[in-house]
């Protein structure tokens, strides 16, 4: 077992991929959307039919009951598989009937965090989402306030869930319906068979802690996170590898409407993995079909963009704060996450020719890293 300080908050995370890739509907794996001039997807439909899956397991979690104007927070679910053999999942679907803010849903061993399954206090079992990753792994974060959608690989590509696990998830609900709620999460896990499992792959993240969004205004904020040195010690090699990323979620609360995502080459061009506008509600997860490959990219940079139309600052934080994450799956065998460090502060870059004020982060030097793959 080891304990893993990734993905801190990966309470989470659209639409596109690299010139030479297919161009996806989050969370569909349809081909949809119109390309930019850079070759980049522009924004597609966010609807969709959802996957048929051929092999799956289901799980209706209970109920949750949250009053008018009610909040729901540090509250756990959890459903133990009682798998003899692996499980290789290539696909997650939920579905909730409303309220349901966002979700984040990790796998590890059924005697972690042990106790009766259903909804618990996740203080009451010493639960943290650190200690949930390092335990096991990640295997799905839901879009924020999102009723529906599907996460899914291309062929072959799997989340690895061991023998004897238990699911368990850190649920956030709000009620502004105006009427008492008590709604449901349905889970459902679509699955392959061993001899057709192709790759075995690794969430990785990005997340920017030191967003200060002005008020009154729309401004972006980016953070850019150098991986060559970290795939450089976790792997043991020379030069940085290449590796291919194959699922994208991005995640903000009400005030986002923008993220990008892209490789940065050693030059410092970048490649853009996936860029869009979104409004809360929107399914912000894509299936990147066929992956997009980094092609020796040394580097990722992720920029989050916000209409504040409050007259108060909004900082990293749930509630009425924000969040600037990209959350997602690659192959090559490192998990990381990119982060500020204790030195890193905002830089101003003044304002674009649409009059939003632009933000860079000064450095990620809290990245971390370790193997992958498992």
């Known amino acids: 077992m080891r304990t893993l300080s990734v993905f801190l908050v990966f309470a989470c995370f659209a639409v596109g991929c690299g010139s030479s890739q297919a161009v996806t509907d989050p969370g569909t794996g349809a081909?949809?959307?119109?390309?930019?001039?850079?070759?980049?997807?522009?924004?597609?439909?966010?609807?969709?039919?959802?996957?048929?899956?051929?092999?799956?397991?289901?799980?209706?979690?209970?109920?949750?009951?949250?009053?008018?104007?009610?909040?729901?927070?540090?509250?756990?679910?959890?459903?133990?598989?009682?798998?003899?053999?692996?499980?290789?999942?290539?696909?997650v679907r939920q579905t909730n009937e409303g309220g349901w803010h966002h979700s984040n849903w990790t796998f590890g061993p059924e005697n972690v965090f042990d106790g009766p399954d259903g909804t618990w206090d996740c203080a009451e079992r010493d639960y943290s989402?650190?200690?949930?990753?390092?335990?096991?792994?990640?295997?799905?974060?839901?879009?924020?306030?999102?009723?529906?959608?599907?996460q899914s690989f291309s062929e072959g590509a799997v989340l690895v869930i061991p023998p004897r696990s238990r699911i368990v998830g850190n649920i956030h609900l709000l009620n502004v319906s105006g009427r008492p709620i008590e709604n449901s999460l349905?889970?459902?896990?679509?699955?392959?068979?061993?001899?057709?499992?192709?790759?075995?792959?690794?969430?990785v993240g990005l997340f920017n802690q030191r967003i200060a969004i002005d008020p009154l205004s729309e401004s972006r904020f980016s953070i850019d996170c150098?991986?060559?040195?970290?795939?450089r010690r976790v792997l043991g090699v020379d030069e940085m590898p290449t590796y291919n990323i194959y699922y994208v979620l991005g995640h903000y609360h009400a005030w986002g409407n923008y993220l990008k995502l892209s490789f940065v080459d050693l030059d410092g061009s970048e490649r853009t993995i996936v860029e869009y506008d979104s409004t809360p509600g929107d399914v912000l997860g894509v299936k990147v079909d066929p992956p997009m490959s980094s092609n020796?990219?040394?580097?990722?940079?992720?920029?989050?963009?916000?209409?504040?139309?409050?007259?108060?600052?909004?900082?990293?934080?749930?509630?009425?704060?924000?969040?600037?994450?990209f959350f997602g799956y690659v192959d090559g065998g490192v998990t990381f996450q990119g982060q500020p460090g204790p030195g890193?502060?905002?830089?101003?870059?003044?304002?674009d020719e649409e009059g939003r004020h632009l933000y860079d982060l000064s450095g990620c030097n809290g990245l971390i890293g370790i193997p992958g793959g498992r």
């Open 31 to 91: 081909t949809g959307g119109e390309r930019g001039p850079d070759g980049a997807a522009g924004q597609g439909g966010f609807g969709g039919q959802p996957e048929t899956f051929i092999k799956s397991l289901s799980h209706v979690f209970p109920p949750v009951f949250v009053d008018v104007n009610g909040e729901v927070a540090d509250v756990c679910q959890s459903w133990t598989l009682d798998n003899d053999e692996p499980i290789y999942v290539n696909a």
């Open 296 to 325: 020796g990219a040394t580097g990722m940079r992720l920029t989050c963009g916000y209409y504040n139309d409050s007259d108060r600052v909004k900082y990293w934080g749930i509630g009425d704060q924000e969040m600037c994450a």
């Open 129 to 150: 989402l650190q200690f949930a990753v390092g335990a096991g792994g990640v295997l799905f974060a839901q879009s924020t306030q999102a009723f529906e959608e599907t």
């Open 226 to 231: 150098d991986l060559e040195d970290i795939y």
């Open 186 to 203: 349905a889970m459902e896990l679509g699955l392959i068979e061993e001899q057709d499992v192709k790759v075995r792959l690794s969430p």
């Open 344 to 351: 890193d502060g905002l830089v101003p870059l003044g304002e």
